[in-house]
């Protein structure tokens, strides 16, 4: 499912289908769809496969489309060190200037009953796939974290799935572990898109297969993949603590953790172009900019 914005600003809902044509939908949303489906007593899948019969697809591709973001989530969570390169990275960060540590906490929670969940955004701080994502100008050390992100609704049924870009600072978390939200949370620090898969027709959520690529002047500076057959967790499981005597809401996007994370070395920089694959979804891609410091 995508959305875009046509020649007179409306948003219109659209069913990318495997064969990569484009019907539009008569619906106005993701969450108009599902609820609407809901009323029928049918899945998404249903309504979606009654439009494809009885209507002919878009001549327009998805490159020739102003994408908007496929949900327009209230609140984007995260999860994190759900996978061992997380783990490991953490750790990295962390130990820089100090002596190393028998058990960090980033070991214990990798191994605690209850995974690390985190804040990471608001509709506002999420940007659409192809738009810019920031930099922190009080960093200098930050990568893009590609994610599968959960759709899920009000009472924790995950009910597609989709892409997010967790842009992270791993100085300042490295710091100090309360830095957190700051490490994670700023303008233009979260990108989701470009579609949402619907749940209903994924086989195997446990074997998405994960690419990160970073351009820089249109020459690959980083290329890494994973796969969610690597992750720690299951995804009930991460939900289950997100709902936790909490209120959650329709649409909210879950993200589940990285696995690719760019060498030690390498940082963001402005202009860099970031695209993140995960097959059955899309590429979501964002461009790097540093934002004008308002301080
Ligand atoms: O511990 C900090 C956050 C880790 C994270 O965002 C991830 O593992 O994806
Ligand atoms: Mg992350």
Redesign the pocket.
């Known amino acids: 499912i995508i959305r875009y914005k046509n020649e007179l600003n409306e948003s219109v809902l659209a069913v990318l289908t495997v064969e990569n044509k484009i019907y539009v939908l008569p619906q106005s949303d993701f969450l108009s769809l599902v609820r609407e489906a809901e009323n029928k007593g049918k899945t998404p899948l249903l309504l979606i496969e009654e439009v494809i019969e009885n209507s002919l697809p878009m001549k327009l591709t998805l490159n020739d489309l102003d994408l908007l973001k496929p949900v327009d989530a209230p609140e984007v969570w995260?999860a994190?060190?759900?996978y061992e390169n997380?783990k490991l990275a953490?750790n990295y960060e962390a130990s820089q200037g100090y002596e190393e540590k028998e058990e960090t906490f980033?070991d214990k929670v990798y191994n605690a009953a209850r995974p690390?969940i985190f804040f990471k955004s608001t509709s506002a701080r999420t940007v659409a796939p192809r738009g810019e994502v920031y930099l922190r100008s009080d960093s200098n050390w930050q990568i893009p974290?590609p994610?599968l992100g959960l759709v899920i609704n009000k009472v924790g049924k995950i009910i597609g799935y989709t892409i997010g870009n967790?842009m992270?600072c791993r100085d300042i978390?490295g710091e100090n572990p309360l830095y957190?939200p700051q490490a994670k949370v700023w303008k233009n620090s979260c990108s989701i898109g470009p579609s949402i898969r619907l749940a209903e027709t994924v086989e195997d959520p446990y074997n998405f297969d994960i690419t990160c690529r970073i351009f820089r002047k249109e020459e690959k500076v980083f290329e890494g993949s994973a796969n969610t057959e690597q992750l720690k967790r299951s995804y009930t499981e991460l939900v289950s603590y997100l709902l936790k005597d909490n209120e959650i809401f329709d649409g909210t996007v879950l993200l589940t953790?990285?696995c690719i994370v760019p060498p030690n070395e390498f940082t963001l920089d402005h202009n860099d172009r970031i695209e993140i694959e995960i097959e059955g979804i899309g590429i979501l891609e964002n461009t790097v900019k540093k934002q004008i410091s308002q301080t």
Do not use: M, P
């Open positions: 995260a994190g060190v759900t997380s953490r980033y690390e974290e994610e967790d992270s978390e957190l953790g990285t």
